[in-house]
């Protein structure tokens, strides 16, 4: 049997151990005997035995990822929220709700793969624009154009330039360093 718990990063980090309430007693700590990263590392899967009654469970404990909006206050990732921000990009272009989902898990998991628990919102922002570009050029472009605040032609064409130059059948780990300077 697995129980499934959701700690805060900061839990995890410092009162992990503490966090984790024993199904069987109650008592809220529990020693690891055993660790392993599951799922693209987004879960952690542990043995535990309780300090209390010495029984053994395991756990599947995920780490959320918190955003920090620009008013500074905190709110955990959402792939919906990636969805419904690039929705409107996407608007006629032959992209459907199975491309924008898998879009929203790869944004997760790049920000997730560098392995830090809060990410400024403007980070999730610039995380998207590369899986888009892979998706749909010319929604790409609409993002891009406000997200990076296009404010004349000459923006548009060196952004097309680019684009020409390096035609999404490229690489991906090309595509991904020009990304990276893109978006510098
Ligand atoms: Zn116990």
Known sequence: MVFRYCL?????????????ICPFCRFDDSRVIDSRPTDEGTQIRRRRECTSCARR????ETSVLLVIKRSGATEPFSREKVIN????????RPVNDDD????AQRVEESLRSDGVAEVEA??????????????????????????????????F???IALLRAEPSRNSKALKDSRTQELIK
């Open 8 to 20: 805060p990063p900061r839990l995890t980090r410092k009162k992990g151990e503490s966090a984790v």
């Open 157 to 159: 064409e060196g952004e």
């Open 100 to 103: 924008l989902a898998l879009l």
């Open 85 to 92: 921000g690039v929705r409107k990009a996407c608007q006629g």
């Open 122 to 155: 403007q980070e999730v922002g610039m995380a998207i624009l590369a899986p888009l570009r892979e998706l749909d050029e010319v929604a790409y472009l609409r993002y891009a154009s406000v997200y990076r605040s296009f404010s004349s032609l000459e923006d």
């Open 57 to 60: 469970f395991n756990t599947s």
